[in-house]
Protein backbone atom coordinates (compact mmCIF):
# COMPACT_ATOMS: atom_id res chain seq x y z
CA UNK A 1 0.00 0.00 0.00
CA UNK A 2 1.59 3.45 -0.59
CA UNK A 3 0.65 6.19 0.55
CA UNK A 4 1.39 9.92 -0.35
CA UNK A 5 0.97 12.53 2.25
CA UNK A 6 1.65 16.41 2.19
CA UNK A 7 1.36 18.84 5.40
CA UNK A 8 0.94 22.85 5.49
CA UNK A 9 -0.64 23.61 8.67
CA UNK A 10 1.59 26.40 9.39
CA UNK A 11 5.54 27.33 7.93
CA UNK A 12 6.88 23.66 7.16
CA UNK A 13 5.66 22.56 3.58
CA UNK A 14 6.15 18.81 3.86
CA UNK A 15 5.55 15.77 1.53
CA UNK A 16 6.47 12.29 2.64
CA UNK A 17 5.38 8.86 1.05
CA UNK A 18 5.27 5.88 3.12
CA UNK A 19 4.74 2.26 2.40
CA UNK A 20 2.99 -0.27 4.22
CA UNK A 21 1.91 2.27 7.31
CA UNK A 22 5.60 1.73 8.24
CA UNK A 23 8.38 1.76 5.47
CA UNK A 24 9.23 5.13 5.22
CA UNK A 25 10.48 5.64 2.07
CA UNK A 26 10.93 9.44 1.61
CA UNK A 27 10.16 12.92 4.16
CA UNK A 28 10.90 16.11 2.53
CA UNK A 29 10.59 19.37 4.41
CA UNK A 30 10.60 22.86 3.12
CA UNK A 31 10.86 25.07 6.60
CA UNK A 32 10.02 28.76 5.90
CA UNK A 33 12.40 30.13 8.99
CA UNK A 34 14.33 32.35 7.10
CA UNK A 35 10.70 34.23 5.73
CA UNK A 36 9.27 34.47 9.03
CA UNK A 37 12.75 35.20 11.23
CA UNK A 38 12.48 38.93 10.68
CA UNK A 39 9.28 39.22 12.15
CA UNK A 40 9.54 37.30 15.37
CA UNK A 41 6.80 34.70 13.88
CA UNK A 42 5.12 33.03 11.60
CA UNK A 43 3.17 36.12 9.28
CA UNK A 44 -0.08 33.80 7.97
CA UNK A 45 -0.35 35.70 4.34
CA UNK A 46 3.49 34.79 3.30
CA UNK A 47 3.43 31.72 5.21
CA UNK A 48 0.33 30.52 2.24
CA UNK A 49 2.06 32.37 -0.59
CA UNK A 50 5.22 30.42 0.11
CA UNK A 51 3.54 26.90 0.65
CA UNK A 52 2.05 28.03 -3.28
CA UNK A 53 5.43 28.42 -4.33
CA UNK A 54 7.04 25.13 -2.86
CA UNK A 55 4.20 22.73 -3.19
CA UNK A 56 4.88 21.24 -6.19
CA UNK A 57 8.55 20.69 -5.62
CA UNK A 58 8.31 19.22 -2.30
CA UNK A 59 5.80 16.63 -3.67
CA UNK A 60 8.04 16.21 -6.56
CA UNK A 61 11.15 15.59 -4.40
CA UNK A 62 9.31 13.25 -2.14
CA UNK A 63 7.81 11.57 -5.25
CA UNK A 64 11.66 11.77 -6.91
CA UNK A 65 13.40 10.35 -3.70
CA UNK A 66 10.51 7.25 -3.12
CA UNK A 67 10.85 6.27 -6.63
CA UNK A 68 7.32 6.14 -6.94
CA UNK A 69 4.99 7.64 -10.41
CA UNK A 70 1.36 9.17 -8.85
CA UNK A 71 0.09 6.63 -10.81
CA UNK A 72 1.73 3.70 -8.53
CA UNK A 73 -0.44 5.77 -5.11
CA UNK A 74 -2.68 4.08 -3.10
CA UNK A 75 -3.76 7.12 -1.26
CA UNK A 76 -3.29 10.17 -0.66
CA UNK A 77 -3.04 12.18 2.91
CA UNK A 78 -3.18 15.90 4.08
CA UNK A 79 -3.42 17.75 7.26
CA UNK A 80 -6.81 19.09 7.22
CA UNK A 81 -6.86 20.83 10.75
CA UNK A 82 -5.87 22.25 13.10
CA UNK A 83 -3.40 25.16 11.40
CA UNK A 84 -3.73 28.46 9.54
CA UNK A 85 -6.84 27.97 7.02
CA UNK A 86 -5.16 29.76 4.66
CA UNK A 87 -2.22 27.37 4.60
CA UNK A 88 -4.00 24.66 5.30
CA UNK A 89 -6.35 25.00 1.71
CA UNK A 90 -2.93 25.04 -0.20
CA UNK A 91 -1.87 21.40 0.71
CA UNK A 92 -6.17 19.99 0.79
CA UNK A 93 -6.27 22.06 -3.02
CA UNK A 94 -2.84 19.89 -4.21
CA UNK A 95 -4.19 16.73 -2.55
CA UNK A 96 -7.85 17.10 -3.78
CA UNK A 97 -5.99 17.49 -7.36
CA UNK A 98 -4.16 14.15 -7.28
CA UNK A 99 -6.93 12.08 -5.81
CA UNK A 100 -8.59 13.35 -8.70
CA UNK A 101 -6.57 13.09 -11.16
CA UNK A 102 -5.45 9.40 -10.02
CA UNK A 103 -9.11 8.29 -8.77
CA UNK A 104 -7.74 7.27 -5.45
CA UNK A 105 -9.46 8.38 -1.75
CA UNK A 106 -7.75 11.72 -0.24
CA UNK A 107 -8.04 11.31 3.13
CA UNK A 108 -8.08 14.46 5.70
CA UNK A 109 -5.97 14.15 8.85
CA UNK A 110 -5.82 15.91 12.11
CA UNK A 111 -2.30 17.32 12.28
CA UNK A 112 -2.25 16.48 16.51
CA UNK A 113 -2.65 12.61 15.77
CA UNK A 114 0.14 12.93 13.13
CA UNK A 115 1.83 14.67 16.45
CA UNK A 116 0.70 11.80 18.59
CA UNK A 117 1.56 8.81 16.18
CA UNK A 118 5.20 10.33 15.16
CA UNK A 119 6.93 8.13 17.78
CA UNK A 120 6.25 5.42 15.40
CA UNK A 121 8.87 7.00 12.85
CA UNK A 122 11.60 6.22 15.77
CA UNK A 123 12.83 2.96 16.25
CA UNK A 124 11.38 2.06 19.45
CA UNK A 125 7.51 1.83 19.36
CA UNK A 126 5.27 2.23 22.28
CA UNK A 127 2.21 -0.68 22.97
CA UNK A 128 -1.08 1.19 23.50
CA UNK A 129 -1.96 2.76 26.11
CA UNK A 130 0.23 5.72 26.43
CA UNK A 131 0.73 9.12 27.24
CA UNK A 132 1.03 11.52 24.59
CA UNK A 133 2.77 15.37 26.12
CA UNK A 134 2.57 17.28 22.36
CA UNK A 135 4.22 20.82 22.87
CA UNK A 136 4.93 22.74 20.23
CA UNK A 137 4.50 26.40 19.08
CA UNK A 138 0.62 26.30 18.75
CA UNK A 139 0.06 23.72 21.11
CA UNK A 140 0.44 22.31 24.61
CA UNK A 141 -1.77 19.39 25.43
CA UNK A 142 -1.66 15.67 26.94
CA UNK A 143 -3.05 12.72 25.20
CA UNK A 144 -4.10 9.27 26.48
CA UNK A 145 -3.81 7.31 23.67
CA UNK A 146 -5.59 3.95 23.71
CA UNK A 147 -5.40 3.16 20.03
CA UNK A 148 -3.55 4.47 16.94
CA UNK A 149 -7.39 6.39 16.12
CA UNK A 150 -8.47 6.18 19.42
CA UNK A 151 -6.88 9.06 22.07
CA UNK A 152 -8.63 11.74 24.20
CA UNK A 153 -7.09 15.17 25.30
CA UNK A 154 -6.92 14.79 29.08
CA UNK A 155 -4.76 18.51 29.30
CA UNK A 156 -4.57 21.42 27.50
CA UNK A 157 -2.67 25.35 28.00
CA UNK A 158 -5.07 27.78 29.19
CA UNK A 159 -2.68 30.69 27.30
CA UNK A 160 0.39 30.40 25.47
CA UNK A 161 1.79 26.91 24.29
CA UNK A 162 5.51 25.97 25.44
CA UNK A 163 7.02 26.53 22.13
CA UNK A 164 4.89 29.95 21.89
CA UNK A 165 6.63 30.84 25.09
CA UNK A 166 10.00 29.89 24.04
CA UNK A 167 9.42 32.13 20.78
CA UNK A 168 8.08 34.79 22.45
CA UNK A 169 11.14 35.18 25.60
CA UNK A 170 13.79 35.06 22.82
CA UNK A 171 11.89 38.02 21.18
CA UNK A 172 12.19 40.10 23.93
CA UNK A 173 15.72 39.31 24.67
CA UNK A 174 16.67 39.97 20.88
CA UNK A 175 17.95 36.34 19.91
CA UNK A 176 15.52 35.75 16.61
CA UNK A 177 13.29 33.21 15.59
CA UNK A 178 12.60 30.69 16.30
CA UNK A 179 13.04 30.98 19.60
CA UNK A 180 13.19 27.27 21.13
CA UNK A 181 16.63 26.31 19.30
CA UNK A 182 18.10 29.66 20.30
CA UNK A 183 16.92 29.48 24.16
CA UNK A 184 17.82 25.85 24.64
CA UNK A 185 21.62 27.20 22.93
CA UNK A 186 22.21 29.72 25.14
CA UNK A 187 21.08 27.77 28.03
CA UNK A 188 23.81 25.20 27.64
CA UNK A 189 26.15 27.86 29.49
CA UNK A 190 23.99 29.01 31.83
CA UNK A 191 23.14 28.56 35.70
CA UNK A 192 18.94 26.67 35.91
CA UNK A 193 19.02 27.84 39.11
CA UNK A 194 19.67 31.30 39.07
CA UNK A 195 16.96 32.79 38.82
CA UNK A 196 13.89 31.32 40.29
CA UNK A 197 10.92 32.25 37.76
CA UNK A 198 7.58 30.74 38.58
CA UNK A 199 6.04 27.54 37.49
CA UNK A 200 2.07 27.33 37.48
CA UNK A 201 1.24 24.07 38.69
CA UNK A 202 -2.71 25.17 38.63
CA UNK A 203 -3.51 22.65 41.68
CA UNK A 204 -1.61 19.65 42.35
CA UNK A 205 -3.66 17.36 40.05
CA UNK A 206 -4.14 19.70 37.50
CA UNK A 207 -2.96 18.34 34.16
CA UNK A 208 -3.60 22.08 32.02
CA UNK A 209 -0.47 24.32 31.63
CA UNK A 210 -0.09 27.89 31.81
CA UNK A 211 2.92 29.50 30.26
CA UNK A 212 1.97 33.71 30.08
CA UNK A 213 2.86 34.38 33.80
CA UNK A 214 6.42 32.91 32.96
CA UNK A 215 6.66 35.01 29.65
CA UNK A 216 5.57 38.29 32.27
CA UNK A 217 8.16 37.36 35.05
CA UNK A 218 10.75 37.33 32.26
CA UNK A 219 9.64 40.53 30.79
CA UNK A 220 9.75 41.95 34.52
CA UNK A 221 12.92 40.55 35.12
CA UNK A 222 14.32 42.33 31.80
CA UNK A 223 12.27 45.70 33.44
CA UNK A 224 14.17 45.57 36.84
CA UNK A 225 17.28 45.18 35.16
CA UNK A 226 17.26 48.23 32.41
CA UNK A 227 15.82 50.17 35.33
CA UNK A 228 19.05 49.43 37.60
CA UNK A 229 21.44 49.73 34.80
CA UNK A 230 22.85 45.88 35.17
CA UNK A 231 24.15 44.12 32.43
CA UNK A 232 21.72 41.19 31.68
CA UNK A 233 23.70 37.94 31.80
CA UNK A 234 21.52 35.97 28.48
CA UNK A 235 22.73 32.46 29.23
CA UNK A 236 21.43 32.13 33.19
CA UNK A 237 17.90 33.89 32.13
CA UNK A 238 17.58 31.18 29.09
CA UNK A 239 18.42 28.35 31.16
CA UNK A 240 16.27 29.48 34.19
CA UNK A 241 13.16 30.24 31.89
CA UNK A 242 13.82 26.68 30.13
CA UNK A 243 14.10 25.10 33.32
CA UNK A 244 11.10 26.36 34.67
CA UNK A 245 9.03 25.61 31.49
CA UNK A 246 10.83 21.91 31.79
CA UNK A 247 10.22 21.54 35.21
CA UNK A 248 6.30 21.63 34.54
CA UNK A 249 5.71 19.81 31.18
CA UNK A 250 7.41 17.03 32.66
CA UNK A 251 5.70 16.92 36.33
CA UNK A 252 2.02 17.46 34.48
CA UNK A 253 3.44 14.60 32.36
CA UNK A 254 4.05 12.14 35.09
CA UNK A 255 1.52 12.90 36.97
CA UNK A 256 -1.20 12.07 33.89
CA UNK A 257 0.29 8.95 33.54
CA UNK A 258 0.15 8.23 37.24
CA UNK A 259 -3.29 9.38 37.30
CA UNK A 260 -4.42 7.20 34.32
CA UNK A 261 -2.58 4.19 35.60
CA UNK A 262 -0.66 4.01 32.54
CA UNK A 263 3.07 3.16 32.60
CA UNK A 264 4.28 5.17 29.20
CA UNK A 265 4.50 8.72 27.77
CA UNK A 266 5.71 9.39 24.56
CA UNK A 267 6.94 12.97 23.25
CA UNK A 268 5.72 14.97 20.73
CA UNK A 269 5.96 17.91 18.82
CA UNK A 270 8.28 20.92 18.29
CA UNK A 271 9.37 21.33 21.69
CA UNK A 272 10.21 17.77 21.87
CA UNK A 273 13.42 18.48 19.85
CA UNK A 274 14.61 20.74 23.56
CA UNK A 275 17.27 18.52 24.86
CA UNK A 276 17.13 19.62 28.21
CA UNK A 277 13.31 18.30 28.15
CA UNK A 278 14.58 15.14 26.34
CA UNK A 279 17.15 14.50 28.88
CA UNK A 280 14.87 15.45 32.04
CA UNK A 281 11.66 13.35 31.54
CA UNK A 282 14.08 10.55 30.56
CA UNK A 283 15.65 11.08 34.53
CA UNK A 284 11.91 11.07 36.13
CA UNK A 285 10.62 8.26 33.73
CA UNK A 286 13.61 5.91 35.43
CA UNK A 287 12.74 7.25 38.81
CA UNK A 288 9.17 6.48 38.43
CA UNK A 289 9.46 3.50 36.36
CA UNK A 290 7.35 5.12 33.66
CA UNK A 291 9.05 4.01 30.10
CA UNK A 292 9.91 7.22 28.10
CA UNK A 293 9.66 7.10 24.05
CA UNK A 294 11.27 10.14 22.29
CA UNK A 295 11.02 10.39 18.53
CA UNK A 296 13.75 11.55 16.46
CA UNK A 297 13.90 15.32 16.71
CA UNK A 298 13.58 16.09 12.99
CA UNK A 299 10.19 13.91 13.77
CA UNK A 300 8.93 16.31 16.46
CA UNK A 301 8.95 19.16 14.96
CA UNK A 302 6.28 19.26 11.51
CA UNK A 303 6.56 16.98 8.76
CA UNK A 304 4.08 14.78 6.23
CA UNK A 305 6.00 11.35 7.95
CA UNK A 306 3.60 11.63 10.67
CA UNK A 307 0.51 12.68 8.55
CA UNK A 308 1.26 9.67 6.42
CA UNK A 309 1.18 7.48 9.78
CA UNK A 310 -2.03 8.77 10.70
CA UNK A 311 -3.81 8.79 7.24
CA UNK A 312 -2.59 5.09 7.03
CA UNK A 313 -4.34 3.82 10.11
CA UNK A 314 -7.18 6.41 8.52
CA UNK A 315 -7.18 4.03 5.27
CA UNK A 316 -7.12 0.84 6.82
CA UNK A 317 -10.36 1.24 9.06
CA UNK A 318 -11.49 2.98 6.43
CA UNK A 319 -12.57 6.27 8.22
CA UNK A 320 -12.26 9.45 6.04
CA UNK A 321 -14.76 11.19 4.03
CA UNK A 322 -15.67 9.70 0.43
CA UNK A 323 -16.99 13.10 -0.94
CA UNK A 324 -13.15 14.20 -1.48
CA UNK A 325 -13.80 17.01 -3.28
CA UNK A 326 -15.94 18.67 -1.06
CA UNK A 327 -13.60 18.30 1.84
CA UNK A 328 -12.68 21.44 3.45
CA UNK A 329 -10.12 22.63 6.20
CA UNK A 330 -10.52 23.89 9.90
CA UNK A 331 -8.58 25.87 12.43
CA UNK A 332 -9.14 23.92 14.83
CA UNK A 333 -8.60 19.94 16.22
CA UNK A 334 -10.98 17.46 16.47
CA UNK A 335 -9.32 15.92 19.07
CA UNK A 336 -11.43 17.63 22.41
CA UNK A 337 -11.77 16.41 26.46
O1 LIG B 1 5.71 21.27 16.05
P1 LIG B 1 6.30 22.52 15.46
O2 LIG B 1 7.34 22.36 14.39
O3 LIG B 1 5.18 23.42 14.86
C1 LIG B 1 3.94 23.62 15.44
O4 LIG B 1 3.02 22.77 15.18
O5 LIG B 1 3.84 24.60 16.22
O6 LIG B 1 6.87 23.36 16.69
C2 LIG B 1 7.53 24.59 16.52
C3 LIG B 1 7.86 25.16 17.91
C4 LIG B 1 8.45 26.56 17.90
O7 LIG B 1 7.76 27.34 18.86
C5 LIG B 1 9.90 26.35 18.30
O8 LIG B 1 10.45 27.45 19.01
C6 LIG B 1 9.82 25.11 19.15
O9 LIG B 1 8.83 24.30 18.53
N1 LIG B 1 11.10 24.38 19.19
C7 LIG B 1 11.81 24.21 20.33
C8 LIG B 1 13.00 23.53 19.94
N2 LIG B 1 12.96 23.30 18.59
C9 LIG B 1 11.78 23.83 18.16
N3 LIG B 1 11.54 24.57 21.58
C10 LIG B 1 12.46 24.27 22.52
N4 LIG B 1 13.65 23.67 22.25
C11 LIG B 1 13.94 23.26 20.99
N5 LIG B 1 15.11 22.66 20.74
ZN1 LIG C 1 2.86 20.68 14.79
New binding site residues.
Given amino acids: MLLLAIES ?2 DETAAAVLQDGTNLLSSVVDSQILLHSPYGGVVPELASRRHIETIYQVVDQALNEASIRLDQLDAIAVTQRPGLVGCLLIGMSFAKAIAYVENIPCIGVD ?1 MAG ?1 LLSVFLGEDHPDFPYIALVA ?4 SSLYLADAPLSYKQIGQTRDDAAGEAFDKVSKLLGLGYPGGPIISDKAKEGNPAAIPFPRAWLGTDSLDFSFSGLKTSVVNYVNRASQKEEELHIPDICASFQEAIVDVLVEKAITAAKKSGVSRIVLA ?2 VGANHRLREHLNKRGLDEDIAVFLPPKHFC ?2 NAAMIAIAGYHLFNSNQYESDTLNMDVYSRSQIHI
Fill in positions: SCHHSGGHGGTD
